[in-house]
């Protein structure tokens, strides 16, 4: 994958089969759609804590949280994601040919597998960011990742240590954690 950037839009360049199904996914990923009831709960926080003991007035307040803010919250995140999809069914099959000589290409195009560019206009980069934010929210609710020592024998190139299930995760939500890293420190501070 490459990150690209214009005055115009930033792009998900030379995605390979395996990275485009990732971000493929990114939608149903930050809608929750394969996680538990508890892990979609985790979008919508209650403001009270669980523990805590509320007087009459407090409970007012999460009824009012629960009836205006949070759907409010969850038409938001809808929103966002509906600009992910948009974006994401534009996307453009990249030619190999500006990768190698002409000579090159000729011998090995059969071999080459079909990249991916999607071109993602600049003002659509904080539906992108919510969604990346809302997909590893959830992932690592579901999965506990943020902590995990998994995580960090994959960081060592320990990869033999964790379930290949799991690497296929770990490697979705750091895919994620790239590229949201790429649009606060390249696209974000440019408007």
Same mark, same amino acid.
């Given at each position: 994958?490459?990150?690209?950037?214009?005055?115009?839009?930033?792009?998900?360049?030379?995605?390979?089969?395996?990275?485009?199904?990732?971000?493929?996914?990114?939608?149903?990923?930050?809608?929750?759609?394969?996680? %538990?009831?508890?892990?979609?709960?985790?979008?919508?926080?209650?403001?009270?804590?669980?523990?805590?003991?509320?007087?009459?007035?407090?409970?007012? %307040?999460?009824?009012?949280?629960?009836?205006?803010?949070?759907?409010?919250?969850?038409?938001?995140?809808?929103?966002?994601?509906?600009?992910?999809?948009?974006?994401?069914?534009?996307?453009?099959?990249? %030619?190999?040919?500006?990768?190698? %000589?002409?000579?090159? =290409?000729?011998?090995?195009?059969?071999?080459?597998?079909?990249?991916?560019? @999607?071109?993602?206009?600049?003002?659509?980069?904080?539906?992108?960011?919510?969604?990346?934010?809302?997909?590893?929210?959830?992932?690592?609710?579901?999965?506990?990742?943020?902590?995990?020592?998994?995580?960090?024998?994959?960081?060592?190139?320990?990869?033999?240590?964790?379930?290949?299930?799991?690497?296929?995760?770990?490697?979705? =939500?750091?895919? =994620?954690?790239?590229?949201?890293?790429?649009? @606060?420190?390249?696209?974000?501070?440019?408007?």
């Amino acid at each position: 994958m490459r990150f690209q950037l214009t005055d115009d839009y930033w792009a998900l360049d030379a995605l390979s089969p395996a990275e485009w199904h990732l971000v493929a996914e990114l939608p149903g990923t930050a809608a929750g759609k394969e996680f %538990s009831e508890e892990t979609r709960a985790r979008l919508y926080p209650s403001p009270l804590s669980p523990d805590a003991l509320a007087d009459e007035e407090t409970l007012e %307040s999460v009824e009012d949280w629960n009836e205006f803010v949070q759907p409010e919250i969850e038409s938001t995140f809808q929103e966002a994601r509906e600009v992910v999809e948009k974006d994401l069914a534009e996307v453009e099959l990249v %030619s190999m040919e500006e990768f190698f %000589s002409p000579e090159q =290409y000729e011998s090995i195009k059969e071999d080459l597998p079909d990249l991916r560019r @999607v071109k993602i206009a600049m003002e659509n980069t904080e539906a992108w960011y919510s969604t990346l934010n809302q997909a590893r929210l959830l992932m690592n609710e579901e999965f506990d990742l943020a902590s995990s020592e998994e995580r960090m024998m994959l960081r060592l190139e320990q990869q033999e240590h964790v379930d290949p299930e799991r690497l296929l995760i770990f490697t979705q =939500y750091e895919l =994620y954690s790239a590229v949201q890293g790429m649009l @606060v420190e390249h696209v974000m501070g440019l408007s």
